[in-house]
């Protein structure tokens, strides 16, 4: 089993749609987890942070659900732009950033 | 503007040549990563450093090294012993040691084989 999974899929929604997509990580001690995404062909950038409490910036929503050991990212009223590849990040400990996990990402297309 | 520059954008490589990528930051960061990224596929570790003078191999250092002489700099060197370099490189940096922080990335250098 990976260490962080997401489905790749790609999602192709339409525009004004409701999204969301989860990730799974595999360390009970993971203690931070962030949400970036990523255009074709650029560099990942960071979305959000994922809280304990879940958060929300605008359209879209973050949560972390530790029993099940998953964090999710709802997309609202999605638009054009929104089209991209979302990655999700685990941490695991303090000391070490080999135990930083980046998911292999999921694809997001959103038609007019 | 603060950020984290990586040069050159793109990078050709003959057979038996090592090739250098510059990564410099202006954000006062302790930590520094580089990725290697294939298509299709997710961001692999191939170094990290925490502090100066002090790097540690990640998933993937076969064929890769790197320096860490200074705190705003984190070469990357792909020297003949990496068989297959070509793909997406990143370089990224946070201020957290543990990861607790997010991380920052430049944006990126390709490097393919002649």
């Known amino acids: 089993r990976k260490e962080v999974e997401q489905d790749p899929g790609p999602f192709n929604v339409p525009e004004g749609a409701t999204v969301a997509f989860n990730c799974t990580y595999s360390n009970s001690a993971s203690q931070s987890f962030f949400w970036y995404r990523q255009d074709c062909r650029k560099e990942p950038k960071l979305l959000m942070s994922v809280y304990s409490s879940g958060n929300e910036d605008g359209r879209f929503t973050a949560q972390l659900n530790r029993a099940s050991q998953y964090i999710s990212l709802l997309i609202r009223d999605s638009k054009l732009s929104d089209s991209a590849t979302y990655l999700c990040v685990v941490t695991a400990g303090y000391s070490s950033a080999s135990k930083i996990i980046f998911g292999s990402g999921t694809r997001l297309s959103i038609r007019p | ?114």
């Open chain 2, 1 to 114: 503007d603060g950020g984290i520059t990586q040069s050159p954008k793109y990078l050709f490589r003959k057979e038996g040549q090592n090739v250098t990528l510059s990564c410099e930051q202006n954000l006062n960061h302790d930590a520094m990563y580089w990725y290697r990224q294939d298509p299709g596929q997710g961001l692999r570790l191939i170094y990290y450093s925490q502090i100066v003078n002090d790097f540690q191999k990640g998933d993937i250092a076969e064929g890769y090294s790197v320096s860490r002489e200074k705190k705003e700099s984190f070469p990357l060197t792909v020297t003949s012993a990496q068989k297959n370099p070509t793909a997406f490189y990143l370089c990224a940096s946070s201020q957290d040691r543990g990861g607790s922080q997010p991380q920052h990335f430049g944006d990126g250098t390709r490097l393919s084989i002649l």
